[in-house]
């Protein structure tokens, strides 16, 4: 079993869909990463948290240390949102991430 | 200010040859560390590197060793080349030690061995 479980692996969804992708983990943790992949290779850090709830503009993430779990939602999706989201877990005892296997996200117009 | 940047964006070796992957850090950054991302997986840590020193290595061979000079740049080296070394090769920059502290990744390095 992976340290991090992404779900789902795949997601489609119309334009204007409110979408969410979970993660959990089974590692003790410092802080979590959301990340958005595009067909590229190149990675943008989207939020870290290590508690409650972060915004910004259409994108919402929150997590639960208690259940080791987090959420990414996005709101009024749109195609440009079509991308691999990943969420990787800090390790702060030894400062490396581990990475879930993503979910690849299209969004239809 | 240029954020991570990685050079070769994309190569092709044959098996058992040596490869030189290379990474500038954001400014201001000293912390690189290099991942390995498989066709449909997420990123493998590699190794990390701090202050010219490997802070921590992953689950890679020896084949797998690194570099990092004073000015923070840093250099993956793979070789004796296998198929199966064939990846997006990523490497990120960060301020040291710190779960407070956001992490900036480059584009990459695609490398296709045959």
Redesign the interface.
């Known amino acids: 079993k992976n340290e991090?479980e992404q779900s789902p692996q795949n997601l489609t969804a119309q334009e204007g869909e409110f979408i969410t992708i979970n993660c959990s983990y089974s590692v003790g943790?410092?802080?979590l990463?959301w990340?958005q992949q595009h067909p590229?290779?190149?990675?943008?850090?989207l939020f870290?948290l290590?508690s409650g709830k972060k915004k910004h503009g259409r994108l919402i993430a929150t997590i639960n240390i208690q259940e080791k779990h987090s959420s990414l939602h996005i709101t009024a999706s749109h195609p440009r949102d079509s991308a691999v989201y990943?969420c990787?877990a800090?390790r702060?005892s030894?400062?490396?991430?581990?990475?879930?296997?993503?979910t690849k996200l299209s969004v239809k117009p | 200010d240029a954020g991570v940047t990685q050079s070769p964006t994309h190569l092709i070796k044959t098996r058992g040859q040596q490869v030189t992957l290379r990474c500038s850090p954001k400014s201001g950054h000293d912390?690189v560390?290099w991942?390995q991302?498989a066709l449909?997986?997420?990123?493998?840590?590699i190794f990390?590197y701090y202050e010219e020193e490997e802070?921590?290595r992953?689950n890679f061979p020896d084949r797998f060793s690194g570099h990092q000079f004073p000015n923070y740049s840093s250099e993956l080296n793979v070789n004796a080349l296998l198929l199966g070394d064939s990846a997006?090769y990523?490497c990120?920059s960060s301020l040291p030690?710190?779960?407070?502290n956001?992490?900036?990744?480059?584009?990459?390095s695609?490398l296709t061995v045959v």
């Not at chain 1, 590229?40 to 850090?45: H, P, T």
């Not at chain 1, 030894?94 to 993503?102: D, E």
């Not at chain 2, 956001?102 to 990459?108: A, L, Q, V």
């Open positions: 991090v943790i410092s802080a990463h990340l590229g290779g190149g990675i943008v850090s870290m290590s990943i990787a800090f702060g030894q400062g490396n991430l581990i990475f879930g296997k993503g | 912390t560390s991942y991302q449909g997986q997420g990123p493998q840590f990390q802070r921590q992953g997006l990523l990120a030690a710190g779960a407070g956001t992490i900036y990744f480059g584009e990459g695609w």
